[in-house]
């Protein structure tokens, strides 16, 4: 079992949609939770950072983490043609000492339709 | 704040030969900086962990003779992928952590993609 899962879609929607984008995990020790954007042929994008449990809203982009579940999700609204690109989500913090290295999902691809 | 530069942005070489990456930290220091590797529609792997006036630490499975690091500023880190094989084409991204923090999120730069004919 990977320690992160992402499904790799790709994820299709129409232009002003509401995307939800989701990781499970299966360390409970991690407590910092990333979303990046990555557009083709580009490094990684920083969108949101969150610690511990709860909500997060940044302009369109909202993030939630619900540790009980293990489960982290990225919402974005009125979804735009330049949203697509593919979005991983990284996760950090489980204490071992690994001066916080990141573990990354697969990356989901979505691709928002005009 | 927070840009991490990449250069080159693509190279092809030849079997046999060494390519050299640099990675800068533009408008911070970076004490510590990350090479990762990612094939297409996988996700980023850590190759290495590069620590300014020190070694590098490599992850398993990742030959420290073949991809050697040097971090020798507190803004410039390089990776060299020496006799380079087709089996080495990848793209290479670095990052740093704009924070001291261990756990304050990295900033990527643009990738490497390299071509090893």
């Known amino acids: 079992q990977k320690e992160v899962e992402q499904d790799p879609g790709p994820l299709s929607v129409p232009e002003g949609a509401i995307v939800s984008l989701n990781c499970t995990y299966s360390n409970s020790a991690f407590q910092y939770f990333m979303w990046y954007r990555q557009y083709s042929r580009k490094g990684p994008e920083l969108l949101m950072y969150t610690y511990s449990s709860g909500n997060k809203e940044d302009g369109r982009f909202t993030a939630q983490v619900d540790k009980s579940s293990k489960y982290i999700s990225l919402f974005i609204r009125d979804s735009q043609p330049s949203d697509s690109a593919t979005y991983l989500c990284?996760?950090?913090?489980?204490?071992?000492?690994?001066?916080?290295?990141?573990?990354f999902g697969q990356g989901t691809t979505l691709q928002v339709k005009p | 704040g927070a840009v991490v530069s990449q250069h080159p942005s693509w190279v092809i070489c030849k079997s046999g030969t060494s390519v050299k990456i640099e990675c800068r930290s533009l408008d911070f220091q970076a004490t510590t900086m990350f090479w990762y590797r990612q094939f297409p529609k996988q996700s980023l792997m850590l190759m290495a962990t590069?620590?300014?006036?020190?070694?590098?630490?490599?992850e398993q499975g990742v030959e420290k003779d073949k991809f050697l690091i040097n971090h020798a500023s507190l803004t410039l880190s390089t990776l060299t992928v020496t006799s380079a094989h087709p089996e080495d084409s990848s793209f290479y991204i670095c990052?740093?952590?704009?924070?001291?923090?261990?756990?304050?999120?990295?900033?990527f730069g643009n990738g490497t993609r390299l071509t090893v004919t």
């Open positions: 990052s740093a952590r704009y924070r001291r923090a261990d756990n304050s999120p990295l900033h």
């Open positions: 990284a996760m950090s913090g489980d204490g071992s000492g690994n001066t916080g290295k990141l573990i």
């Open positions: 590069s620590n300014e006036g020190s070694k590098a630490t490599y």
